[in-house]
């Protein structure tokens, strides 16, 4: 396939992890971390996927100013211009915004592909396809298209797309009937149950114009401020936020204008995937990533018979079970008689929780950093 020059990806890389607490910390988040040992962080996987079939100078990323000397460390192929440093994390819209501004200024018609950071992609050539199809259905309609996947458990950690009538005889594009994010356990059941729900990985795609015009429409905050942007003889510069950028609220574009657009799609994708949001997800890819052909396969990740996992670390397990080690180099766990557990250290904090219990995470990183700020 071709690297159509109307094609563009904005990469949102400016996260701070925190459900993967205490190895994500806010000074080096997990997308600049290896979690796997893989030899690839997961910002340099996303980056080396799309530069697959997507120019590099069509490649943006979105980035907090205060990670862009790590960003260059991993990445010092991508010029500073093609990098928007926010001074502020405002959710996904304002990235989303800024970058659909600058994009569009370059390729009023551009086709653009909105990527999280932080993922697993476990068939580069059917993630190439399922991009491309996104790509080739938004220069033929108006629309935003979420990529999703048919789940394989009841994650609740996950969002969901329903999907309705299917719009392309082509393509898998369907029209979207419900969207619900992170969903009890008993919905997610009946979700993966019917068959009709899809996993949304946070990938988007859509025509730059059609975003423009529904941020306008449907956020009154950027009304009064959009206009300056969309101005085609304006200057727009990735180097420099808009000056109204500390002002926005903190908005997540799925709810702002996913939403509320009234052309909203999902495409049932193929390409094997998981989302690297928190320890439970790690556990269940590295796990996975045994039974499939990785292009990043991890090397330094150990699952035993009763599904404990290590994490580039040392570990013994004496009646214990599922759970998931990660200690820094030199250091070795002796675990016996716990099930399902995160045992975790980095800069001389030790972590050890309930798996499953996101919300006890929140808290004792939430104490920690109490406690830091206090010193």
Partial sequence: MSKSEKNYCLILAGGI????????????????????????????????????FIRPENIFISTQESYLELLNQQLPQVPREQILAEPVRRGTLAP????????????PDARIVVSPSDQQIH????????IMRGFEFSAE????IAMGVTPTRPETAYGYVQVDAQVDKRRPIYLVKTFTEKPNLEFAEMFVASGEFLWNTGLFVFNAQYMMHNIIKHVPVYRDEFPELSNPTASLSPMQAPLFYTALPNLSMDYAVLEHTAHRYVQRCSFGWADLGSWTSIDVD?????KTNSPYPPTDVHVDGRGNVTLHSEALFDNATGNIVRLPSGHMAVISGLDNFVVAEEDGVLMICPKDDDAAMRRLHTLAHLDTLEE
């Fill in 17 to 52: 992890g925190s459900r993967l607490w205490p190895a994500s910390r806010e000074n080096c988040p997990k997308q600049f971390l290896d979690f796997e040992g893989t030899g690839r962080t997961l910002i340099q996987q996303t980056y080396e996927r799309f530069i697959r």
């Fill in 96 to 107: 989303v915004a800024w970058g659909t501004s600058v994009i569009s200024h370059l390729c």
């Fill in 123 to 130: 068939n580069l050539e059917t993630f190439e396809a399922d």
């Fill in 141 to 144: 309609h108006e629309g935003v």
């Fill in 286 to 290: 590295a796990q996975a990533a045994n």
